[in-house]
């Protein structure tokens, strides 16, 4: 029921209007899967450099995003990579391929992990081992981190996820969490309510019901009358939602 009451607010949108194309490349399902909000069960956080906290979804989710979406006809490919130990990051440039009704789309974007690396027994100027003693009060051998990847294929799988959602995020999958600034939720229309008078008709008066402007939501409110008495077509009911969701 909650569900339902929140979709009263999301703007609405059909098929057609999300994509100008001839044909649009994802038909109303897909694009209701791909500008959703991230359902908060698949968001997780860590800290950020610099303070504060970033919010991710997991390589998992996008794969399974993907396949739902895509019917599992998406690839892949890593371009190009880079262990620099200098700057202690692997950094890894992959290329999304994704296909659907005969067409082919193509993202490509570059992602990054922070390298670990072994810690060995630290050694004084004098060539002997450095001891210290834990909370426990043992003595135990000093250690130290040093040039040495600990497991740099780890890294580079880190860094190729990293890119695989960054690529994906170019499609719009997970955009509320990577663009949430300018993410806006909202409803895509089926292709029966699309051409329904009476859903829109629905719709113009839970709009008017939320209005803040009262002599608009009146004005809105007699104009979708007066559409209702002429039998006017579906396009006209939806120019007149739009004015209420500006």
């Keep these: 029921m909650a569900k339902k009451d929140n ?17 649009s490349f994802l038909n109303g399902d897909q694009l209701k899967k791909m500008f959703s909000r991230t359902p908060k069960e698949h968001q997780y956080k860590r800290p950020a450099k610099g303070g504060g906290e970033w919010t991710y979804v997991t390589g998992i989710y996008v794969k399974k995003v993907l396949n739902f ?41 570059f992602g990054r992990a922070d390298m670990k690396f072994k810690k060995v027994q630290e050694f004084d100027a004098d060539g002997k081992k450095v001891w210290t003693v834990d909370k426990n ?18 890294d580079l799988k880190a860094a190729s996820t990293d890119a695989l959602k960054k690529c994906a995020s170019e499609l719009g999958l997970a955009a509320d969490v990577y ?6 939720e909202i409803k895509v229309a089926s292709t029966d309510e699309a051409s329904s008078v009476e859903y829109w008709r629905e719709k113009i008066s ?24 002429k039998n006017a077509p579906v396009e006209d009911y939806i120019k007149l939602l739009k004015r ?3």
């Design 179 to 184: 663009g949430m600034e300018e993410f806006k």
């Design 137 to 154: 009060g043992k003595k135990r051998p000093q250690l130290i981190q040093s040039d040495e990847p600990l497991d740099l294929g780890n």
């Design 69 to 109: 979406v895509f019917g599992w006809d998406w690839d892949f490919v890593i371009v190009n990579f880079e262990a620099n130990t200098q700057a202690k990051q692997c950094i890894v440039h992959g290329r999304l391929t994704v296909r659907n009704r005969g067409k082919v789309v193509m993202k490509e974007q």
């Design 206 to 229: 839970d709009a008017i019901d939320m209005c803040q402007d009262t002599g608009l939501a009146e004005a809105v409110r007699k104009e979708a009358i007066e559409l209702y008495e």
């Design 7 to 23: 979709e009263k607010n999301l703007p609405v949108y059909t098929e057609k209007e999300l994509s100008q194309a001839e044909q």
């Design 244 to 246: 209420l969701e500006k």
